[in-house]
């Protein structure tokens, strides 16, 4: 299952600019192949969107781990995190470039921290957030994520509310945004009395079209 919105922003050095944000679920109880199926499918219009300039960041349960070192054990890979890794990783000697990039979420596998807590002991990382390239350098995990709803401390415990981690992300957009400024706002000439005095300024400014552009 997958889901998408098409937002636009109103706020900010990017006003105007469109952005989809999806979330996307991959059944645990579906075949591998099924899984490795929807993960390239979901890839694939993924990469549609991308090429339409539109940016686009896709968070979700993927069921899937790029690699044995996701995973506590180290088992090796299925069919579908092959599929993940061919997908949103870059590897040497691929056919095609990744459809997005992985945002990390700075966990250390090597210390047992997983987003996803297994009672079982084969925690594992499957949840992640892919971005595409172009976008990847603004998407950073925010204060306070990843971690375990309800848990004391950054390890799951016998007080978590879920067995995920609850990721939290943000995009740093702009050198406002850096500094902690406050957003400059969209404004609109919605009203006629604005649309009169934007007219008033534009008819008061003359250009002088045959003067040098450094001197205009």
């Known amino acids: 299952r997958a889901l998408a919105v098409h937002l636009v922003r109103r706020r900010g050095p990017r006003t105007n600019e469109a952005i989809f944000a999806c979330c996307a679920y991959v059944p645990a109880s579906a075949p591998e192949a099924v899984r490795a199926g929807f993960i390239r499918a979901a890839a694939e219009a993924l990469r549609q969107i991308g090429a339409r300039g539109i940016e686009w960041v896709c968070a979700g349960d993927w069921q899937a781990s790029p690699d044995p070192s996701w995973r506590a054990g180290g088992t090796a890979n299925k069919a579908h995190d092959d599929a993940l890794a061919a997908c949103f990783w870059s590897a040497e000697g691929a056919a095609a470039a990744p459809v997005g990039v992985h945002v990390?979420?700075?966990?250390?596998?090597?210390?047992?921290?997983?987003?996803?807590?297994?009672?079982?002991?084969?925690?594992?990382?499957?949840?992640?957030?892919?971005?595409?390239?172009?976008?990847?350098?603004?998407?950073?995990?925010?204060?306070?994520?990843?971690?375990?709803?309800?848990?004391?401390?950054?390890?799951?415990?016998?007080?978590?509310?879920?067995?995920?981690?609850?990721?939290?992300?943000?995009?740093?957009?702009?050198?406002?945004?850096?500094?902690?400024?406050?957003?400059?706002?969209?404004?609109?000439?919605?009203?006629?009395?604005?649309?009169?005095s934007f007219r008033a300024a534009a008819a008061w400014h003359q250009v002088d079209w045959s003067a040098p552009c450094d001197e205009e």
């Open 104 to 196: 990390p979420l700075g966990l250390e596998h090597a210390a047992g921290r997983y987003t996803w807590h297994s009672p079982k002991g084969d925690s594992r990382t499957i949840d992640h957030v892919f971005v595409n390239p172009q976008a990847a350098a603004a998407w950073r995990v925010a204060p306070g994520g990843p971690s375990f709803l309800g848990a004391h401390g950054a390890d799951h415990d016998d007080n978590c509310l879920f067995d995920h981690r609850a990721l939290l992300l943000e995009s740093v957009e702009g050198e406002l945004e850096r500094l902690g400024l406050r957003r400059a706002v969209a404004r609109r000439l919605g009203k006629e009395r604005e649309l009169c």
